[in-house]
């Protein structure tokens, strides 16, 4: 079974995570971001994750994610989950900014899927047309962008750690911790520290890295 993903793509992350946790036995491929055909023969379009199971191709990260939940350990329970968009949308009304300050570090954190010149030009000219901006540009307005980013991790609720439900992964953990993981990119980010400890117990349950060590 082939997981095919891109470091940085917090879709892969989901479906990364929710393997590790359940402890599938299953081979990361990293794509390289310029790298289509791969993607376009197996799904139709370039996007991934994509598993590969029994010869057959799945896309779409929730849907490959509840695939690996059913074909993993079943006493890795994931808890249920329903109340993520309490988090995850404030963290999306700062799209642009996140965008801003991530679209510039992912090709700079040394990731497999931008091992290339021609995949990081190929991300770079995509991303740049998104932000409407250079990464050059980007990196310049990192203060500005960090601080809108800053203030709605500060706002966020009360988020439930694994360790407040007896150690279990939770699908809320699925859609939230993908999103607060890229952050890590950013270096000294301010994360109050319920943030902080969500995302390191998280990290350590789901063996997922953190980018803390190479920060930017
Ligand atoms: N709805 C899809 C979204 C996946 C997605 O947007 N993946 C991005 C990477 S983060 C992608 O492959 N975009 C095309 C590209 O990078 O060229 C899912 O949940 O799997």
């Not at 799904?43 to 057959?56: A, H, S």
């Not at 329970?77 to 700062?94: C, H, K, N, Y």
Request: aromatic fraction near 8%.
């Amino acid at each position: 079974m082939k997981l095919f993903q891109y470091d940085h793509c917090p879709f892969c992350v989901r479906a990364d995570m929710v393997a590790k946790y359940k402890q599938v036995n299953f081979e990361s491929v990293y794509l390289l971001n310029d790298d289509a055909d791969s993607c376009i023969d197996r799904v139709g379009k370039k996007m991934v994750p994509i598993l590969e199971i029994d010869g057959q191709s799945i896309g779409e990260s929730l849907d490959i994610a509840h695939k690996l939940d059913e074909l993993g350990k079943t006493d890795q329970v994931i808890a249920e989950g329903g109340d993520s968009d309490r988090f995850t949308q404030p963290l999306m009304t700062e799209n642009r900014a996140i965008f801003s300050l991530l679209f510039p570090r992912s090709v700079q954190m040394g990731l497999p899927e931008f091992a290339t010149q021609s995949a990081i030009e190929f991300y770079r000219v995509n991303k740049e047309a998104m932000i409407e901006c250079s990464f050059e540009q980007a990196l310049e307005n990192t203060a500005e962008h960090k601080s809108r980013v800053e203030e709605v991790l500060s706002d966020l609720p009360e988020l439930v750690k694994p360790s407040d439900r007896g150690g279990l992964l939770s699908w809320d953990d699925v859609m939230i911790f993908p999103m607060l993981r890229n952050l890590t990119m950013v270096k000294d980010i301010q994360m109050p520290a319920q943030v902080v400890d969500y995302i390191n117990e998280v990290a350590a349950l789901t063996k997922v890295e953190l980018y803390t060590d190479r920060a930017i």
